[in-house]
């Protein structure tokens, strides 16, 4: 198993994990890497980024498994279908979105206040604990999961 950096035309960086130098030429001729950020099939071997191991539980340090909380981690590398799928999912997810503000933890409060006629009924998102979310459904008010997590607009850039 081959782990390479690769990058994109408009110079996305990413991973690509093969069987073989081989797979990747054969899967690069096929169409089959594409950028996750971009879809581009524009995609070249960037110049090794000294920061990955080359063993050990590199597998835990390239998705970032060994910071932070815990996270779901495979030792079955993904292909680059799942990355695409992610990203459309992402994208799909941001669409939705569009149309309505984001409200942080104000969340629970403000969608209550709009069940109840409070206030004038607007699309919002936020964060809610789980508990909050389980009242809010309980007393009938309309609430569901984004199926991504979302980083606040203050944290974006
Ligand atoms: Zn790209």
């Known amino acids: 198993m081959i782990v390479y950096d690769l990058s994109c035309d408009r110079g996305h960086r990413f991973e690509g994990w093969f069987g073989s130098s081989a797979d990747f030429a054969e899967q690069k001729a096929e169409g089959l890497v594409s950028c996750p950020q971009c879809g581009s099939l524009a995609v070249n071997k960037a110049p090794m980024a000294p920061s990955v191991g080359k063993k050990g539980n590199?597998?835990?340090e390239v998705n970032g498994g060994t910071r932070g909380g815990p996270k779901g981690v495979s030792n079955t590398p993904m292909s680059p279908e799942v990355s695409a799928a992610i990203e459309k999912l992402a994208k799909a997810q941001a669409k939705a979105l569009e149309n309505s503000t984001w409200v942080g933890k104000d969340f629970v409060e403000q969608s209550r206040a709009m069940h109840y006629?409070?206030?004038?009924?607007?699309?919002?998102?936020?964060?809610?604990?789980?508990?909050?979310?389980?009242?809010?459904?309980?007393?009938?008010?309309?609430?569901?999961?984004l199926p991504l997590p979302i980083a606040p607009p203050e944290d974006v850039n």
Do not use: W
């Open 58 to 60: 590199q597998v835990l």
């Open 117 to 145: 006629g409070e206030r004038k009924h607007a699309p919002i998102h936020g964060e809610a604990s789980v508990e909050d979310a389980k009242d809010l459904i309980e007393e009938g008010v309309p609430v569901a999961p």
